[in-house]
């Protein structure tokens, strides 16, 4: 029961068991179930409308599975969901990013209410995506692949030890595809697990530990 | 092991077939009684010495009012036991209770407006009673149309429960402010009832309608509850079964 | 800024993570909340059209009242009390609707509930936001509005106090109505209709508090009614409102 | 007999507060009932037609 007090080491860094789920009549999450190891990535694949969306939103318990938990380190992450929160970045396919503020105010706001992060390093992310030259213009003046990009930058600043990406690399460029891949192999090699929603291909150098499709 | 009752009313299945065994329990007995203490208070009962006949309004103005305040306060009771412990059936119960509580709070209104016209020669008065009605009522639309705002079944419980309960936190709030705002207004209160000056041959027929109406109560939220039950549990294997049978 | 020693620094700053947990201290609850207050209110003064909008909107209430009853200042003045609340509680409600409405649609309250810190600090953080920009106005435009009313001048200081005790709890009721309706698109009537039941007990304290502060009486009793029930709102309604807020984000 | 339907003057009064009353009770049934209909139909389609859970 309790694996970390018992001193053994759980395998899996997180966890699915029978996920069901249903919105009004439709039946979203029929039975979901994977494991994942540290350093490990899923990929989540499925069409439009198949629950990727769903799936990584009950994985990060804003929506309450009807039967089957979710498991991280080998605990029930419902019982105790801010330590749970604190430990994991999730990314939906709109940055939660404010038109009338700057780039670089707004990666401020939304790292410096999860932890204290001094200036010197919120620079240094946001030139790591390229975006030293335009930070400090309103969010509203930015292109769509802009704007995506100050997401990465929040990416690289969280560190967490699970990434809940969804379609990460919508909007970007080549250049912008490959800080991706980057980031999701820097967070892999130090042990972090990712789950990723895409149908695209996974940004190189990264490879997708499993794959799990949806079905509509 | 003392709780053992609670988990099986929280089957579904298990409340789906007690609630359909039960109704005709409730009901007869409930038309008996209304039945009996309308006649008793239409007929049996003597003339109030200062309302006259007027004052058999009472028969049916109180068990109405009764009833929105009752229902009202197992609505968030339910809602509350919905919300914390996750219960589908809590909030079925929750979701059947306010279309009753707020019929019986149009009936209450209306019948206070027509008892307050012959006393008080006007149709309608800020009788802290009445308004607080009034307030009720807006509270049960409030509930039904936060419901009908989401059409995704969990969602509507969870948020109109959480309703419900911040409701049930301020309905006694509010009783008290309109009491205060009326006693500076000083309105004259003709509708004075449950004092113990009222002689059994008039108290009588009104106890009768009381327990007759809250008996109604229980036998149209079991038949509610049931629809509610059914519909929550779309997928279950338990529904086909039953229905064959 | 010399770009070579950027990526170092970045490359530094992901070496700190190399052992999650200790390297990443959370912030404090309370400099979280005061964070989101910070951002609330820089956004709001970006966009000062719609800061002066309720403002606009009591105004123009206040300023029906002469015209459609009568510009005797007799009688304008016993309606004062009455008046000045009515349009200062429609005036919040119509605030009501932005509170949460922008930063639900744009994924911020997802990243607030997702953020391991309390979300009844931040939402709290957000309530009070939205008191210092549209109830802190009000109550500092009361006094114009009555004055226009024929009340009297030492009438003003019981105005303001009461009013700035009352919106507060008007605020905090308001928030839990906005985050139940945040899911639907069209929700001004419904937020009216769960809002201004709960908020009737606030109206009738704050309009007899003004009500007798205008007479030249002592107020203290409504205002100390008054008081505890924006004492009961700020402990209870962030409470209420975060629950409200995960329930529609599902 | 007519003395008991006039109610001593509050004839106007007393019955159209009982009918009220009735009516809200007739139509409680009615409510209720139409909705459980309503629910078990709609539950014998989902458990008749292709159940994807069942």
Known sequence: MNLRDSGAVPVNHLEAEDLQLWRGDRHVLKGVAFVLGRGECLQVTGTNGAGKTTLLRTLCGLMVPEAGRVLCEGRDVRKDLPAFHSSLMYL?????????????????????????????????ALARVGASAWCERLVRTLSAGQKRRVALAGLALMFAPLWLLDEPTTNLDTEGQQVVGALMAEQLARGGAIVIATHQQLPAPVRAARILELAA | MRWTWFHRLASPPYLYGLAARLTPWFAWPAALLILGGLYAGLVLAPPDYQQGEGFRIIYVHVPSAWMS??????MGVAAAVGLIWRMKVAHAVAASCAPIGASFTVAALVTGSLWGKPMWGTWWEWDPRLTSELILLFLYLGFMGLRAGFDDTQRADRAGALLAIVGLVNVPIIHY??????????????????????????????????????????????????????QRERAARWIGETLRT | ?????????????????????????????????????????????????????PLAFFALVTMLFPLAVS?????????????????????????????????????????????????????????VAHWLLTGLPLALMAPLAALSLGV???????IVLVMLVGTVALSLIGA?????????????????????????????????????????????????????????????????????????LE | MRAFLDMGGYAAFIWPSYLVTLGVLVLNIIWARRSLARALQAARRRSAGPGEGA
Request: charged share 15%.
């Open chain 1, 92 to 124: 939906g396919h709109e940055a939660p990013l404010k038109a009338d503020l700057t780039a670089r105010e707004n990666l401020h706001y939304w790292i410096g209410v999860r932890r204290s992060v001094p200036g010197s390093i919120l620079d240094a």
């Open chain 3, 1 to 53: 800024m010399s770009s070579a020693r950027m990526p170092a620094a970045a490359g530094a700053a992901i070496n700190t993570a190399a052992s999650f947990g200790q390297a990443t201290p959370a912030a404090p609850a309370l400099s979280a909340a005061r964070l989101a207050l910070a951002r609330d209110l820089t956004l709001a003064f970006r966009k000062r059209g719609q800061l002066i909008q």
């Open chain 3, 71 to 127: 510009p005797e200042l007799a009688r304008l003045r016993a309606m004062a009390p009455g008046v000045l609340w009515v349009a200062a509680l429609l005036a919040s409600l119509l605030a009501l609707e932005f509170l949460f409405r922008d930063d639900a649609y744009d994924g911020t309250l997802e990243q607030y509930a997702l953020s391991g810190q309390s979300l009844t600090w931040l939402l709290f953080a957000k309530t």
């Open chain 2, 177 to 230: 402010s309109v009491i205060w705002w009326n006693s500076l207004h000083q309105a004259p209160s003709v509708m004075r009832f449950g004092k113990p000056a009222m002689p059994p041959a008039m108290l009588t027929p009104l106890l009768v309608l009381l327990l007759g109406f809250t008996l109604f109560f229980a036998a149209v939220l079991l038949v509610r509850v049931r629809a509610e039950i059914l």
């Open chain 2, 69 to 74: 305040l009752m229902v009202y306060v197992i």
């Open chain 3, 152 to 158: 009297a001048a030492a009438a003003v200081p019981g």
């Open chain 3, 176 to 248: 839990i109505g906005a985050a139940l309706t945040l899911g639907m698109k069209r929700s001004g009537a419904l937020l009216a209709l769960l809002t201004l039941p709960l908020s009737l007990p606030v109206l009738i304290y704050g309009a007899r508090a003004t009500e007798l502060a205008i007479a030249g009486n002592s107020y203290l009793a409504p205002l100390e009614l008054l008081a505890a029930l924006a004492v009961l709102a700020v402990t209870l309604a962030p409470l209420a409102a975060a629950a409200a807020v995960r329930i529609s």
